[in-house]
């Protein structure tokens, strides 16, 4: 086996920024958002192997010169919070191309993605708007990754270990929070537009399918896979869901995701990391097939009866 040479911080943060504005270039410009975004969610997969990875990333802002307090100033909701959860994962896969076996890999890309992030600030302005936007983009990032590990492992140890829940009904519990979640929060906000509230919909449905496959489902159908026809009765699951809320708020609320609508995307990327603690590896405890469908029908009658 050929074991790779550590590049140069400076290589792996001329070869990023490359990269990522290629990825973010919209006609004849980068669009400095999404570019943002990805920066994050880069970043914050080289913090991941720290024992503290939200105190690596308020290093990491520190050395750029961001100082801002979440409590200081909130950053503006430019774009949705699904959009903005894939462009941190696009950031997130771009990064593993930089990182190899050891911590040593992980420094020499986060150096690189510090370097990358004092350019994207210099680009901007490195006016507070700016500042705001980059640290949420980062601590989001990493918050999202520590709450949904958080999540399934107090789902496990408190319903399973303790209250005998079986894996799919962490499943259904967690899907059904996360969609009925979504449907509350819009439902505050005013919004009745059909087509509004099915995209919302589907955009949660790929959080949740998309974190599953990452984390080792099979991906050889389509995302929606197994979904029944629109005639079939959905099941709501409130019991389930009045029983886990509180479990999974309290990670939520520790993790210091307040935002209700980051809120959504978390639980939604727990729900697929549960998907995926029953559904992956070479003996499953409930097939793939199966898994999909329970958590997608989960999330879509919890989130319909809500609206």
């Known amino acids: 086996m050929i074991s790779r040479a550590l590049p140069s911080y400076l290589d792996i943060a001329q070869s990023f920024y490359g990269q990522a504005c290629d990825l973010c270039q919209e006609g004849p410009s980068v669009n400095l958002l999404r570019l943002i975004n990805l920066w994050g969610g880069a970043l914050a997969e080289c913090l991941l192997d720290y024992e503290e990875p939200d105190q690596a990333a ?83 990032a990493v918050r999202y990754e520590l709450t949904a590990h958080s999540i399934c492992d107090r789902a496990i140890d408190v319903k399973i270990a303790g209250q005998r829940w079986t894996i799919a009904d962490c499943i259904l519990g967690l899907s059904a929070l996360a969609g009925s979640h979504q449907a509350r929060l819009m439902y505050d906000a005013g919004v009745s537009n059909a087509a509004s509230l099915e995209k919302a919909l589907d955009d949660l449905m790929r959080v949740m399918m998309e974190e599953a496959v990452r984390h080792g489902v ?78 997608l029908c989960a999330m879509m009658g919890a989130f319909r009866q809500a609206v």
Not at 97 to 107: A, I, M, N, P, R
Not at 235 to 248: G, V
């Open 58 to 140: 308020e290093d990491c802002l520190a050395e750029i010169g961001i100082t801002i307090s979440a409590d200081d100033w909130m950053a503006p909701s430019l774009r949705s919070a699904s959009a903005c959860e894939q462009d941190i994962e696009f950031g997130r896969t771009l990064s593993r191309l930089y990182l190899g076996d050891g911590l040593e890999w992980s420094l020499n890309a986060r150096n690189a993605l510090t370097e990358v992030g004092r350019g994207i600030r210099n680009l901007a302005g490195a006016d507070e708007a700016c500042d705001a936007l980059m640290a949420e983009s980062l601590r989001t």
């Open 218 to 295: 099979p991906e050889d159908v389509t995302l929606l896979h197994g979904i029944p026809a629109n005639d079939m009765p959905m099941s709501i699951h409130a019991d389930l869901i009045r029983s886990i809320e509180p479990l999974a708020l309290t990670v939520l609320e520790d993790n210091h995701i307040l935002d209700r609508t980051n809120q959504a995307i978390a639980l939604a990327k727990a729900a697929g990391r549960m998907v995926a603690v029953a559904a992956a590896g070479e003996s499953p405890d409930i097939e793939h097939v199966v898994a999909r469908p329970l958590a």
